[in-house]
């Protein structure tokens, strides 16, 4: 909901192989518009971790074959234009605002809301609530369209016993508008070293 943070950012997107080569031929990412997509529909990214979203590719391959033959990640330049940004109060009270209007008609429809399933990484209630607040500001005559939504993803197991960190914790990023993606980049190999 602002323009505070940095104007470019460094984010990766884990993807195919084939997929990274087409992207950095300039061919347009895919928006992922899965009911489940916890930042609602666009095109994802891990800020400043190319590692995990190299992880992200790896776990896909192994979940859906089909989806991703051999894992890659690619690097992206982003400007995050007006963000939705769930790492600040005013973004969280915007989506809670947001949750109690779409409650309102789902309680009138007399129909149950959707319900996360964060065990198995599908968040529908969550992309219910972030689309429809899209659809609320694309409505609005007076309210601007976000160009994208940031947020922080706590993702177990546990760093350590008793630990407040986890091990894939990260920033997760969905793209909007995708003239906020200024260029790709192929990402250097000591970047993304598992063992590294």
Same mark, same amino acid.
């Given at each position: 909901?602002?323009?505070?943070?940095?104007?470019?950012?460094?984010?990766?997107?884990?993807?195919?192989?084939?997929?990274?080569?087409?992207?950095?031929?300039?061919?347009?990412?895919?928006?992922?518009?899965?009911?489940?997509?916890?930042?609602?529909?666009?095109?994802?990214?891990?800020?400043?971790?190319?590692?995990?979203?190299?992880?992200?590719?790896?776990?896909?391959?192994?979940?859906?074959?089909?989806?991703?033959?051999?894992?890659?990640?690619?690097?992206?330049?982003?400007?995050?234009?007006?963000?939705?940004?769930?790492?600040?109060?005013?973004?969280?009270?915007?989506?809670?605002?947001?949750?109690?209007?779409?409650?309102?008609?789902?309680?009138?429809?007399?129909?149950?809301?959707?319900?996360?399933?964060?065990?198995?990484?599908?968040?529908?209630?969550?992309?219910?609530?972030?689309?429809?607040?899209?659809?609320?500001?694309?409505?609005?005559?007076?309210?601007?369209?976000?160009?994208?939504?940031?947020? !922080?993803? *706590?993702?177990? &197991?546990?760093?350590?016993? +008793?630990?407040?960190?986890?091990?894939? $914790? @990260? /920033?997760? !990023?969905? *793209?909007?508008? &995708?003239?906020?993606?200024? +260029?790709?980049?192929?990402?250097?190999? $000591? @970047? /993304?070293? !598992?063992?590294?």
């Amino acid at each position: 909901m602002h323009k505070l943070t940095a104007s470019f950012v460094l984010a990766y997107h884990g993807c195919d192989a084939g997929v990274a080569e087409d992207l950095l031929q300039n061919k347009a990412f895919k928006p992922s518009t899965n009911s489940y997509d916890w930042l609602g529909s666009g095109i994802y990214f891990w800020e400043a971790n190319p590692l995990r979203a190299l992880e992200f590719a790896i776990e896909t391959a192994r979940r859906e074959p089909g989806k991703v033959r051999k894992p890659a990640v690619i690097g992206a330049v982003l400007d995050l234009g007006y963000c939705l940004d769930l790492t600040t109060s005013r973004g969280l009270k915007t989506v809670k605002s947001a949750f109690d209007s779409l409650s309102v008609l789902y309680k009138a429809a007399k129909e149950p809301m959707p319900e996360n399933q964060p065990e198995r990484f599908k968040h529908p209630l969550d992309c219910a609530v972030i689309n429809y607040l899209h659809e609320i500001q694309k409505t609005a005559q007076s309210e601007q369209p976000f160009d994208s939504v940031k947020g !922080i993803f *706590i993702e177990r &197991p546990i760093l350590y016993p +008793g630990s407040a960190f986890c091990e894939k $914790n @990260h /920033i997760q !990023i969905a *793209i909007r508008n &995708p003239d906020c993606i200024k +260029g790709v980049f192929r990402v250097p190999q $000591n @970047h /993304i070293d !598992i063992e590294g």
